[in-house]
């Protein structure tokens, strides 16, 4: 499992929890549990306000990326987070499951080959130094 997380510049740098941290892990433990692949986490704090994090996994088969899926929401529903259905079910390529705060994507291998999502979100973005004189 790899975690990509943003960059916090300074010594006072601390990474305090945030609500999404519940249900972040809560995801992961579950694609973990459902033998998903590759689960890579994004830390999105400070480069969209979409969503805090988010994961993607692959699955070795449509139904796997399907189970996947169903576990995943099954899980939220669960612990009474979302009841939010998957997109992206009927050929399980490529599976969304949008949880608020965190966002799944869920693929069979050659899809996530094809869309790179990691490369694309987990570029860093330029650090500015901006100094104001009083």
């Known amino acids: 499992m790899i ?46 306000s979409i969503a805090d994090y988010m994961i993607i996994a692959s699955g070795t088969s449509s139904r796997h990326v399907s189970t996947l899926a169903h576990r995943v929401v099954q899980a939220l529903k669960e612990a009474e987070l979302y009841n939010i259905p998957p997109e992206g079910g009927e050929a399980a390529d490529w599976v969304v499951v949008d949880a608020g705060d965190v966002v799944v994507h869920l693929f069979k291998p050659e899809v996530r080959d094809v869309y790179n999502l990691e490369k694309m979100w987990s570029v860093a973005l330029p650090v500015t130094n901006l100094e104001v004189v009083g």
Request: proline share 4%; glycine share 8%.
């Open 3 to 48: 975690i990509i997380t943003s960059l916090h510049k300074g010594p006072k740098a601390k990474k305090s929890k945030r609500p999404a941290d519940k249900v972040k892990d809560l995801i992961v433990s579950i694609l973990d549990d459902g033998k998903g692949e590759d689960i890579v986490t994004l830390d999105l704090e400070g480069k969209t």
